[in-house]
């Protein structure tokens, strides 16, 4: 599901349009599309990734403002008690942002900003991006031998003294 602003989004920092992107889907839903099969909880999903996900969107979750299909899906992932992963990358955080993360974590939502891992010593925009893909796939037990896992600092502490 790509919203309106995400169409614009992805125009802007991929050129690419919503057609080619949806072609990249095994199901495509549009956003306004409100009687799709994921507004309902009868229907079987593992859950959901919002990615990126806007304050707004995120606002929408929040309170339950079910008034696209994307926050509708996501409010039946919530009331499913599924697994529900929102990647904001809004900075700074002004206190509604953050109120509203403290409220999608209490009702079992996972806040994953998608914060560059430089542990994983990337070395392009891919490699970040992959890895946050990585992360979240792995919040929903599909792993993939390609994310580069933290191993353990080489050495004792008195090396690094
Ligand atoms: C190119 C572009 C980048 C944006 N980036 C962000 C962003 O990182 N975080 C955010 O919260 N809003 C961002 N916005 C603003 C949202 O797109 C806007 O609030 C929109 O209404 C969100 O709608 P949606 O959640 O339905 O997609 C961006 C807008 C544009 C056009």
Same mark, same amino acid.
């Given at each position: 599901?790509?919203?309106?602003?995400?169409?614009?989004?992805?125009?802007?920092?991929?050129?690419?349009?919503?057609?080619?992107?949806?072609?990249?889907?095994?199901?495509?839903?549009?956003?306004?599309?409100?009687?799709?099969?994921?507004?309902?909880?009868?229907?079987?999903?593992?859950?959901?990734?919002? #990615? +990126?996900? *806007?304050?707004?969107? @995120?606002? &929408?979750?929040?309170? =339950?403002?079910?008034? $696209? %299909?994307?926050?509708?899906?996501?409010?039946?992932?919530?009331?499913?008690?599924?697994?529900?992963?929102?990647?904001?990358?809004?900075?700074?955080?002004?206190?509604?942002?953050?109120?509203?993360?403290?409220?999608?974590?209490?009702?079992?939502?996972?806040?994953?900003?998608?914060?560059?891992?430089?542990?994983? #010593? +990337?070395? *392009?925009?891919?490699? @970040?991006? &992959?890895?946050?893909? =990585?992360?979240?796939? $792995? %919040?929903?037990?599909?792993?993939?031998?390609?994310?580069?896992?933290?191993?353990?600092?080489?050495?004792?502490?008195?090396?690094?003294?």
């Amino acid at each position: 599901m790509l919203s309106d602003a995400g169409v614009l989004n992805a125009w802007h920092e991929l050129k690419m349009k919503r057609k080619a992107i949806e072609a990249l889907a095994a199901h495509a839903y549009h956003p306004k599309d409100i009687a799709a099969a994921i507004a309902s909880g009868s229907f079987r999903t593992e859950g959901m990734v919002i #990615a +990126p996900c *806007s304050m707004k969107t @995120l606002a &929408a979750v929040a309170h =339950a403002h079910a008034d $696209d %299909l994307v926050s509708r899906a996501a409010d039946v992932v919530l009331k499913e008690r599924r697994r529900l992963v929102l990647m904001p990358r809004e900075t700074p955080l002004n206190l509604a942002h953050l109120r509203n993360m403290v409220a999608v974590t209490e009702m079992g939502g996972i806040i994953f900003p998608p914060v560059p891992a430089f542990y994983a #010593a +990337p070395k *392009s925009l891919d490699d @970040l991006v &992959a890895h946050s893909v =990585a992360r979240v796939l $792995d %919040l929903f037990g599909v792993h993939t031998a390609k994310l580069k896992r933290w191993q353990g600092l080489k050495g004792t502490p008195a090396d690094r003294d």
